[in-house]
């Protein structure tokens, strides 16, 4: 199994920046993809972006060119870096693991309000 642990979110102002980070712990090694998603009040869950084991990423429409997704050498934690905020982005966002074999784990999720 695999467990994360997100950490990163909180309140910042239109315009501003913030950056998630996702602790993977467990069989780390099963890992092939990472992904953040979010959920904001009312909605369904959406992918934001994801990053293979191979290094190729993808973005939603609605954040690229604002979010960069990363992960250190070892894949023990995934970034989200998140700039030129906007309200719309206000939502929980999650962290999910995806092993071969095709399980996706979940993070606990933090909570991102961009708000003036």
């Known amino acids: 199994q695999v467990q994360l642990v997100e950490s990163g979110g909180g309140l910042v102002q239109p315009g501003g920046s913030l950056r998630l980070s996702c602790a993977a712990s467990?069989?780390?090694?099963?890992?092939?993809?990472m992904e953040w998603y979010r959920q904001a009040p009312g909605k369904q869950r959406e992918l934001v972006a994801s990053?293979?084991?191979?290094?190729?990423?993808n973005y939603a429409d609605s954040v690229k060119g604002r979010f960069t997704i990363s992960t250190d050498i070892t894949w023990n934690t995934v970034y989200l870096q998140m700039n030129s905020l906007k309200p719309e982005d206000t939502a929980l966002y999650y962290c999910a693991a995806v092993v071969y074999g095709g399980e996706r784990y979940w993070g606990q999720g933090t909570q991102v309000t961009v708000s003036s």
């Open positions: 990053i293979s084991k191979g290094g190729s990423t």
């Open positions: 467990g069989r780390i090694f099963t890992i092939y993809n």
